[in-house]
């Protein structure tokens, strides 16, 4: 397949952007650590219209049980959210063909995650590109660190099914193919580090955007405004969060108020 390369905003001066996460489990917003130990959070759509009145840029949904279960993402709940905001909307989560992509932006998803689906089906990538073009497909990755011989991390491994599943998998060598077969943007997903509010891999976030020239989100450790504008610098288009906003720490404005004091063009700091 033969593809445009897509200049990420990292590499272009573009505008970034401050994307909050929400995890999704039967229907309900919850959040936890390396994806365990979960609390709810409360309705989608009520969260997604908070979050779009305080002037995120995009939202992301993902269904974190749709691949586990081995089902579909529930469309009810897209529906309703897709019907409250007016910013672009990502859902991840049960996508495993063309045929479940197109239910989801039919129901008002703007680009569809996928993850454990594309490990499975590589080829699913490339179809998903042809189909609704590389904008709306976003290749979701969660990363972990393997060590070495002598106790050192020297790379990346795959995970899948919510952090479920190790695969032999090259996290760096994976999302090059990615690209390569049509995806237009990376969610990167640090396991090491979601949940923890101790800062994003900045070194797996080094090491991907130097290699691809598609978008790449930041994602997993944020608990500070310095982290996301760490991950900004390491290379990151735009810096997706969790903890920080749905427990109200920092929220979407000061965290946009920070990034434009640290030089970050970003939408509406001054909210």
């Known amino acids: 397949m033969t593809?445009?390369?897509v200049t990420g905003a990292a590499n272009s001066g573009l505008t970034r952007r401050v994307i909050p996460c929400l995890d999704v489990k039967d229907g309900r917003v919850v959040k936890g650590v390396k994806f365990e130990n979960l609390r709810e959070l409360g309705d989608p759509a009520e969260s997604a219209a908070r979050y779009d009145a305080q002037g995120a840029d995009e939202l992301v949904f993902l269904d974190i049980t749709a691949a586990p279960e081995r089902r579909d993402t529930d469309l009810d709940w897209v529906r309703q959210t897709a019907e409250n905001v007016f910013i672009p909307l990502t859902v991840g989560g049960g996508v495993r063909a063309v045929a479940d992509a197109e239910k989801l932006l039919r129901a008002g998803a703007d680009k569809v995650g996928i993850n454990s689906a594309a490990v499975a089906d590589p080829e699913l990538v490339e179809r998903l590109s042809q189909r609704f073009g590389a904008q709306c497909v976003v290749l979701s990755?969660?990363?972990?660190?393997?060590?070495?011989?002598?106790?050192?991390?020297s790379s990346w491994r795959v995970v899948t099914h919510g952090g479920r599943r190790e695969h032999d998998l090259d996290v760096i060598e994976w999302i090059e193919r990615g690209v390569e077969r049509g995806?237009?943007?990376i969610l990167l997903t640090s396991i090491d580090a979601d949940g923890t509010q101790e800062g994003y891999d900045l070194e797996l976030l080094r090491a991907i955007t130097k290699r691809v020239r598609v978008p790449v989100i930041a994602s997993g450790g944020a608990g500070r405004p310095e982290h996301l504008a760490d991950a900004l610098e390491a290379g990151a288009a735009a810096v997706l969060a969790a903890s920080i906003f749905h427990d109200g720490t920092h929220p979407v404005p000061e965290v946009k108020r920070f990034l434009a004091g640290r030089g970050f063009a970003v939408?509406?700091?001054a909210v």
């Open 183 to 185: 995806a237009g943007e």
């Open 3 to 5: 593809t445009e390369k």
């Open 267 to 269: 939408r509406g700091e």
């Open 141 to 153: 990755v969660d990363a972990l660190r393997r060590a070495d011989d002598n106790g050192e991390s």
